[in-house]
C-alpha cells in the first residue's frame, strides 16, 4: 500500500513539470508570436510613414510643376496678348498713316492741277485792271487763294516756286520758267508720268506751245 502510493506521488511530479514546460513552451511561442506581429506592424507602420511622406513629397512637386506650368503658361499668354495688341497698333496706325498719305496724295493732286490751271491761264492772258494794264498775280484771288491753300497742303519745292510767281514779281520769262519748274516738280512728287523731261529752254509765250490744265502735262520742247 504504501509503494503504490509512492509510485502515484512520482507520477504526479513528472507529469506536472511536463504540463508546466508544455505551458512555459507555449508561453514563449505565444510571447514570440506577439513579439513578431508587433514588429511587423512596427514595421508595416513605418512603411506607411514612409510611404506617406514619399506621396506627400511628389504631390508636392507636383503641385509646384503645375504652378510653375500655370505661371509660364500665363506669361506666355500675356506676351501673346501683347505682342498681339501691339501688332494689331503698329497695323492700325499703318493703315491711318497710308490713307492719310492717300488722302494728301489726292488732295495734291487737285490743287495742283488747279494751280497749274491758273498759272496757265495767268500767263497765257494776265487779267487787266480798271486801268487796261495787266494786274499782278498777287492780286488776283484765285491765285492768292491757292497760295494760302498751298501754303498748308503742298510741297515745299512746289509752294515756294508758287510764291515766287506771287510775290517775287518775276519778269515773262522766269514766269514761264517757274510754271515749267513746277509742272515738273508736281509730276515727281506725285510719281506720274516719269518718261519724258521737262525742256531745258522756256518756250515762246504762244498760246499753242501751253500745256492744258494737269499737273503732269510737260511743255512742248523747241521746236
Do not use: C
Not at 497695323?91 to 498759272?119: C, F, G, M, P, S
Amino acid at each position: 500500500m504504501v509503494t503504490d502510493v509512492a509510485v502515484a506521488a512520482g507520477l504526479d511530479w513528472a507529469s506536472a513539470t511536463t504540463a508546466i514546460g508544455t505551458v512555459a513552451v507555449a508561453v514563449v511561442a505565444v510571447g514570440v508570436a506577439l513579439f513578431t506581429a508587433w514588429r511587423a506592424g512596427l514595421q508595416l507602420r513605418e512603411e506607411h510613414k514612409r510611404s506617406d511622406k514619399l506621396l506627400a513629397e511628389e504631390q508636392a512637386l507636383h503641385a509646384k510643376e503645375i504652378a510653375e506650368e500655370r505661371v509660364l503658361a500665363g506669361k506666355r499668354l500675356a506676351e501673346h496678348f501683347t505682342h498681339s495688341d501691339t501688332q494689331l497698333a503698329e497695323e492700325r496706325a499703318h493703315l491711318t498713316a497710308q490713307l492719310q498719305k492717300e488722302r494728301i496724295w489726292h488732295r495734291r493732286v487737285d490743287l495742283y492741277a488747279r494751280t497749274n490751271l491758273a498759272l496757265r491761264r495767268y500767263i497765257e492772258k494776265p487779267p487787266t485792271g480798271p486801268d487796261g494794264k495787266p494786274m499782278l498775280a498777287a492780286d488776283l484771288l484765285e491765285l492768292a487763294n491757292l497760295a494760302s491753300e498751298a501754303t498748308v497742303l503742298a510741297s515745299e519745292p512746289l509752294a515756294d516756286l508758287l510764291n515766287e510767281f506771287m510775290y517775287d514779281f518775276p519778269d515773262d520769262d522766269r514766269q514761264l520758267a517757274i510754271w515749267d519748274e513746277f509742272q515738273h516738280a508736281a509730276r515727281t512728287e506725285l510719281e506720274v508720268d516719269q518718261v519724258q523731261e521737262p525742256s531745258t529752254s522756256a518756250p515762246a509765250r504762244r498760246p499753242d506751245d501751253l500745256q492744258r490744265g494737269n499737273p503732269s502735262a510737260v511743255p512742248s520742247p523747241d521746236p
